[in-house]
């Protein structure tokens, strides 16, 4: 399916509806790769009962236009309001998930819009931050190109935060995600998970998965709590 942003750039995206759904996960992926590479996490979140929602950002896969980072919040801005207006969901049905660069596009909406919930999995809390990982002898910081300070982000957000990180991941370290769940307002849960950068949620396989259905009950426990009713 195709949908457009405000500026006018034309999106590819995939919605793919489960039976009976009670969430829907917009789905922020990394900075490899396209939606394409993205069938096991789209699976998974299928057997778990959820509809997903997953496109490519502005110039990768079949989507218009050239990468930018404001490009990026742009278009999961527009993804989002596609789930509002044209799929007639509230706000309060719908999961911000991102993974690695997906991470900080999904917290920067997440700041302004009022999902269920956030998850950040193997995010770093910083573009600057992540190329001085990798460049610790050079003022990285002076000429990063780009910005997605996620820990900024993530400390603004007022809906249920969750983390998962695995200690070997090897492209973001461990201690990024520490510090974006440190940074994150209550309520909030932490998940080690172990594996690489991108295959850390197949490896954990049952740890993940168990994870995710704790959090899942847990956001459906909060959604009925009487002072969270009355502020929705």
């Given at each position: 399916?195709?949908?457009?942003?405000?500026?006018?750039?034309?999106?590819?995206?995939?919605?793919?509806?489960?039976e009976?759904?009670?969430?829907t996960?917009l789905?922020?992926?990394?900075?490899?790769g396209?939606i394409?590479?993205?069938?096991?996490?789209?699976?998974?979140?299928?057997n778990?009962?959820?509809?997903?929602?997953?496109f490519d950002?502005?110039?990768?896969?079949?989507?218009?236009?050239r990468?930018?980072?404001e490009?990026?919040?742009?278009d999961v801005?527009?993804?989002?309001?596609?789930?509002?207006?044209?799929?007639?969901m509230?706000?309060?049905?719908?999961?911000?998930?991102?993974?690695?660069?997906?991470g900080?596009i999904?917290?920067?909406?997440?700041?302004k819009?009022?999902?269920?919930?956030?998850?950040?999995?193997?995010s770093?809390?910083?573009?600057?931050?992540?190329?001085?990982?990798?460049?610790p002898y050079?003022?990285?910081?002076?000429?990063?190109?780009?910005?997605?300070?996620?820990?900024?982000?993530?400390?603004?957000?007022?809906?249920?935060?969750?983390?998962i990180?695995s200690?070997n991941?090897?492209?973001?370290?461990?201690?990024?995600?520490?510090?974006?769940?440190?940074?994150?307002?209550?309520?909030?849960?932490?998940v080690?998970i172990?594996?690489?950068?991108?295959?850390?949620?197949?490896?954990?396989?049952?740890?993940y998965?168990?994870?995710?259905?704790r959090w899942?009950?847990?956001?459906?426990?909060?959604?009925?709590?009487?002072d969270?009713?009355?502020?929705s």
């Amino acid at each position: 399916m195709v949908f457009k942003t405000g500026d006018g750039v034309e999106l590819n995206g995939w919605y793919v509806p489960a039976e009976d759904s009670n969430y829907t996960v917009l789905f922020c992926h990394g900075n490899g790769g396209n939606i394409m590479h993205r069938l096991d996490s789209i699976n998974f979140f299928h057997n778990l009962g959820l509809s997903c929602f997953i496109f490519d950002y502005r110039g990768y896969g079949k989507s218009e236009g050239r990468p930018s980072e404001e490009g990026t919040y742009l278009d999961v801005q527009a993804a989002y309001q596609w789930l509002i207006e044209s799929k007639k969901m509230r706000a309060d049905e719908i999961i911000l998930f991102g993974r690695s660069l997906g991470g900080s596009i999904a917290a920067h909406l997440a700041r302004k819009a009022t999902p269920r919930g956030l998850v950040l999995e193997s995010s770093f809390t910083s573009y600057a931050d992540m190329g001085k990982s990798f460049y610790p002898y050079m003022p990285v910081r002076w000429f990063a190109r780009f910005g997605y300070r996620t820990i900024d982000y993530v400390k603004d957000v007022r809906c249920p935060v969750l983390v998962i990180h695995s200690r070997n991941d090897e492209i973001v370290c461990f201690d990024f995600g520490l510090e974006l769940y440190e940074a994150a307002n209550e309520p909030k849960e932490f998940v080690e998970i172990s594996g690489s950068h991108n295959d850390g949620f197949l490896v954990c396989g049952e740890i993940y998965r168990e994870a995710w259905t704790r959090w899942l009950k847990f956001l459906a426990d909060y959604e009925a709590r009487p002072d969270q009713q009355e502020a929705s």
